[in-house]
Every structure is written in structure tokens, then in C-alpha cells.
């Protein structure tokens, strides 16, 4: 399991980059393995304000149905459209496929750094 | 809590990588590392094998096991010549099902009844008060024998490498024979809960189950675990007890003939005067018959019934949505998931595969019997009003060796 040390981790399984006063989020590789075969995704729209600890969209594998939870508070500005029909690289390549961008952040949940993270994962 | 308890390939599936989760109280593999979609299509296109050892085996023997099994099954028990098997309920009362079993008549003096997992003890203590006013012996044999489900295109050819001639080709749908294989004796039965055209349980003794699971394994056959065989069963329109029959989202018993493939597993012969709940049943199926002549006049006998659904917005079915026509709702989906497929070329006869997957949001639900097949419904997926069409079948089985997806 690969934990990029430039990446932050909230202990709900998403990570988060921050770039230029973006934030970039995504969903880490533990999250894509607990959740098997990733076959569809809801995603915000752009101008979307998001509140930091809520759902953001959510994410259905063959299993089940996960919230994705904002890692922030702010607007989202960028929303990955190539995800919506190639829903599967959340498995191939969880840190390449972001899933929105959120400009203007005023709140972030608790984070962690990507030792923590991984620490936490063991536990789980 | 309780410890769960182990089939005998349980070090099989934990070495080869699987997830493993609670069913029913068995410790099974949810999927191997190649994940559910792959298994599912590797079953459509070649060989898949699933541990259903956790099943319940019952061996049913006595003179009078005939007359008993034709009171506590709704099948056509005297008819089912020996190596035959045939799918049936085993009724309440109400008229609804205790749980859906597979009969195998395996020698001239026996019966083999194959029962859900999850309802072993519920079905042993519906079961054996039964058989005390006959003189039948039921043995639960589940300890003794376990059981692999060899499902897909291959699956003949693997089996008959190892019988070591071409006989099994000859076994008709619901046949069941003791075949050697490479000098193991086993019941195999041409059944199956995946919709594939060639599929097979294999019922090995205990003894027998890792020579055959990796026997098979080292022929190109791969493992698929509960969640591939759930989409499986699903894209065949196969109920699952629990799902398609018992309770439903409302608390009440569905009714058998709600599920279309009662109109196969329910007979109503002299042979069977003492079938459980079989006055009830009886209405239920002039109810079925009236409504698939578009005759409502005893649609209270059979308010809902079982029909294949399919999403055709963007979004995914679940069971306990809501399904409405118009303002009102008519039910429930049952069970649904996104269905991956390999997209297909040609037509007719000459239909085949590609190597192009696709993907669809389908399901089963328990809706008024006046919703009919190609009609337009919406279901309320999480808050949304979305809109999906019933179906027909989602699978078409008529072009052995291969089921090919029906698309809408």
C-alpha cells in the first residue's frame, strides 16, 4: 500500500494537496482497496460551495455506497470529468485521480501527515 | 458473538489472497485479488469456481420420503426421475417461502435437498417436526461432503478432462451422476445459480475438496467468491432468499408465485394433497395466470410481484430504494448493483464477444402486478428521483456455451 509522503490524510480515507491555494482531493489507496471494484461516482459541480467534514459526493463500488467527506471548506472550482466514465482509475491510480479542486478554503478537518496516516491504516 | 465457522477450503481461499467476510456465520471470500468485475467476467468467458460448501446437505431416505417431501416441498417430487434434479420452495403456511432448495433424486433410495446457508437452522427446525409423522430419515450431511460450483464456458471440458471421457457432455440441464474423477468418486450436477448455459456443483467428499478446487485451479479455472456470485445470480435474475423472498421492505411474507420461476418449482398433483399452505398457493397461481393474460380480477391474490429492472439514468440501484410510477409507489428494489459485461458484436446466431467491457446499473424488484415489463418507473436513489425501465431478463442463456447480456 503506497502512502506519497507530499500528500495530508484525513482519518475518513481522503487525501488532500494543496497547490498554489488549491486544494486538490482525492480518495487514498487504502480507501480504493477497502472499497473493491469502484463502478460509479457523484460528483459536485463546479461553483458547488463544500463544507469541511460533509459529503462531497459519493462513491459506489460493486459492494456498497461510501460518502466522499471534504477534507475543506470552500468552492469548487475543477471537477476530474474524465473520472465520471472511467470510474475505475480511482483502483488503478488513486493519488493521480483527483476528483475536485476547491479554491478559497476558510476550514479544513483534522490531518494527517502520510507517516500517521499510514500508522492509522495499520490499526485499522 | 459467536465463532464463525470454516469451510474446508478455508486455508485455500485465505492463501490465494481473498477478502474474507461473515455470511450467514461462515467465514467465505467476498472476492479474490482480482476483484469482483474480473471475476464476474472471467465466469461469462471461461471458468470460475465458488466454495458453496457452506450450503446445507441433507440426505433424505425411508419408504416414505416421497409422500413426505411432496408435503414439504412445492415441486412434482414423484415425478423427478432418479439422476434429475429440480429447484423448489419450501413453503409456509401463508404461503410464502421457509426457503428455495434444489432436490436431487441421487439413487433409487435417496434424496439430496440443497438449502441456503443462512437459513440451515431455521429450515432444520421447519424441516424435522414435519418428518415425524412419516418414516423418513433426514441426515445433514454438510459436515460429510462439501460442494464446488464449476461455473462457465469451460467447465465441461475441465470436468470431462478429468472423468477422462466425453460422457458429461450428454448430461442435460438438472442431470446429477456419480462420475470418477482421476479416481475420486463425486456427485456432479449439471445446476447452477450464475445463468451460465454449462455449469455444474460438484459435490466432493471432504477429503476430495482441495485435490479438486486446485486440480481445477491448475487447468485454468479461477475462484470467485459471494460477491461475484450475487452480480452473477443477479444478471441471471435468480431470487436470492432474504432478497426476492421472505420478508419484504414492508414486514410482510412475499408470496411464492411473486417470483416467476414458481410457475416451474409449484405443482399442484394428486401426489400432493397434504402440501403445505397448497389452497393459498393454488389462488396465488390463478392470480399469476390471470395476471400474465393482463387479467387483473385477482391481483389481491398476488398484489406484487418479482420483476428485473434497470436503471436508465446515471446512478446505481440498491435494494430498499423505493420504486414509483408516476406519485405512487408501487415497491421496492430487491437487489441491484452496477453488472459489468463484455460488449458484444453480431447478431442472431452470430453474436459474440469483445474484449470491450461495459457496465450497467440493474437489479430485481417487488412492484405491483400491474407494472408490467417496458414500462417507466423511478426510483428514489438517495433523495433522487431517477428513471429506470422494467425488463424482461438481463441475460440471455439461449446461445450455449456463452449467456450474453441483454441490453435495453
Not at chain 2, 465466469?43 to 450450503?55: A, E, I, N, Y
Not at chain 2, 455444474?200 to 486440480?215: A, C, G, Q, S
Not at chain 2, 436470492?240 to 412475499?254: F, I
Request: aromatic share 8%.
Amino acid at each position: 500500500m503506497n502512502f506519497p509522503e507530499e500528500l495530508k490524510y484525513t482519518s475518513d480515507h481522503e487525501w488532500l494537496k494543496m497547490e498554489d491555494g488549491v486544494a486538490v482531493i482525492g480518495i487514498s489507496d487504502f480507501a480504493q482497496d477497502a472499497l473493491g471494484d469502484v463502478v460509479f461516482i457523484n460528483c459536485p459541480e463546479v461553483g458547488d460551495e463544500l463544507t469541511a467534514g460533509e459529503a462531497l459526493g459519493d462513491i459506489e463500488s460493486v459492494k456498497a455506497v461510501s460518502d466522499v467527506l471534504s477534507p475543506v471548506s470552500g468552492k469548487v472550482v475543477a471537477v476530474n470529468e474524465a473520472l465520471i466514465d472511467n470510474v475505475e482509475m480511482l483502483n488503478e491510480d488513486p493519488y493521480g485521480a483527483w476528483i475536485v479542486k476547491v479554491e478559497g478554503v476558510t476550514d479544513t478537518v483534522e490531518l494527517m501527515n502520510a507517516a500517521d496516516y499510514e500508522a492509522f491504516c495499520k490499526e485499522a | 458473538m459467536s465463532e464463525l465457522k470454516r469451510t474446508k477450503l478455508y486455508d485455500t481461499h485465505v492463501a490465494a489472497g481473498a477478502t474474507m467476510v461473515d455470511f450467514g456465520g461462515w467465514d467465505m471470500p467476498v472476492q479474490y485479488p482480482e476483484g469482483i468485475i474480473a471475476e464476474h467476467l472471467f465466469t461469462r468467458t471461461h471458468c470460475s469456481l465458488f466454495d458453496v460448501s457452506h450450503m446445507g446437505r441433507i440426505i433424505v431416505t425411508g419408504p416414505e420420503r416421497v409422500q413426505y417431501l411432496e408435503k414439504v416441498l412445492t415441486s412434482d417430487v414423484s415425478s423427478l426421475p432418479l439422476h434429475k434434479a429440480q429447484y423448489c420452495i419450501i413453503p409456509a403456511e401463508d404461503g410464502s417461502a421457509v426457503d428455495d432448495a434444489y432436490l436431487y433424486k441421487i439413487e433409487e433410495d435417496r434424496h439430496m435437498l440443497v438449502i441456503n446457508a443462512g437459513n440451515i437452522d431455521k429450515d432444520k427446525a421447519w424441516l424435522y417436526p414435519l418428518a415425524e409423522e412419516f418414516d423418513v430419515t433426514l441426515d445433514d450431511q454438510s459436515d460429510v461432503f462439501g460442494s464446488i460450483a464449476v461455473q462457465g464456458p469451460e467447465s465441461t471440458k475441465m470436468l470431462m478432462t478429468l472423468i477422462g471421457d466425453e460422457t458429461l457432455a450428454e448430461m442435460p440441464k438438472n442431470g446429477v451422476e456419480y462420475y470418477s474423477l482421476e479416481g475420486h468418486k463425486m456427485l456432479i450436477a449439471r445446476t447452477g445459480y450464475t445463468g451460465e448455459p454449462l455449469g455444474y456443483e460438484v459435490f466432493p467428499m471432504n477429503e476430495d475438496l482441495k485435490w479438486l478446487w486446485d486440480r481445477l485451479i491448475g487447468m485454468g479455472a479461477k475462484p470467485a467468491g459471494l460477491g461475484a456470485r450475487d452480480t452473477l445470480r443477479m444478471e441471471a435474475g435468480m431470487p436470492l432468499y432474504g432478497h426476492e423472498m421472505g420478508v419484504d421492505e414492508d414486514g410482510k411474507n412475499m408470496p411464492i408465485f411473486a417470483v416467476g420461476l414458481a410457475k416451474f418449482a409449484v405443482a399442484f398433483t394428486e401426489n400432493k394433497p397434504q402440501l403445505i399452505g397448497r389452497e393459498i398457493l393454488e389462488k396465488q397461481a390463478s392470480a399469476f395466470k390471470l395476471l400474465s393474460k393482463k387479467d387483473n380480477s385477482e391481483i389481491e391474490n398476488l398484489p406484487r410481484r418479482i420483476r428485473n429492472i434497470q436503471l436508465t439514468d446515471r446512478g446505481v440501484l440498491r435494494g430498499g430504494m423505493a420504486v414509483f410510477k408516476g406519485d405512487k409507489q408501487v415497491g421496492w428494489v430487491t437487489s441491484g448493483t452496477m453488472i459489468p459485461y463484455y460488449k458484444t458484436t453480431g447478431e442472431g446466431d452470430d453474436i459474440a464477444y469483445t474484449d470491450e467491457i461495459g457496465k450497467r446499473p440493474i437489479g430485481m424488484c417487488y412492484v405491483d402486478s400491474d407494472v408490467l415489463i417496458g414500462d417507466e418507473v423511478e426510483v428514489d436513489v438517495r433523495g433522487k428521483r431517477l428513471k429506470a425501465m422494467i425488463t424482461k431478463a438481463h441475460l440471455n442463456a439461449s446461445k450455449a456455451p456463452y449467456a450474453f447480456p441483454a441490453l435495453h
